[in-house]
């Protein structure tokens, strides 16, 4: 799934606001969307890995928090 406009450029550009980015170029777009893409794949792959090694059919958040875990990132889950 290689599709270009993934993430459109006014997301991108508050995106990269609220990480403090000031202004981006017009190529950085492009990358921005391939490395959006890549990560989430990781994600969804580490995700289905959960999900297989505890047999059920549906992610659940618990998975997700568990396949970022794996990836490193570690995330606290809010109880509401």
Do not use: W
């Not at 995106?15 to 000031?22: E, Q």
């Not at 059920?56 to 570690?74: Q, R, T, W």
């Amino acid at each position: 799934m290689e599709d270009k406009n993934f993430i459109n450029k006014p997301s991108l550009v508050r995106l990269s606001k609220i990480a403090g980015v000031k202004s981006l170029s017009q190529d950085s777009y492009d990358i921005l969307n391939k490395v959006a893409l890549d990560k989430l794949e990781d994600i969804v792959d580490a995700c289905i890995i959960v999900n297989s090694q505890n047999k059920k059919k549906i992610i659940s958040k618990k998975d997700l928090y568990s396949a970022l875990h794996i990836l490193g990132y570690n995330l606290t889950s809010n109880t509401d």
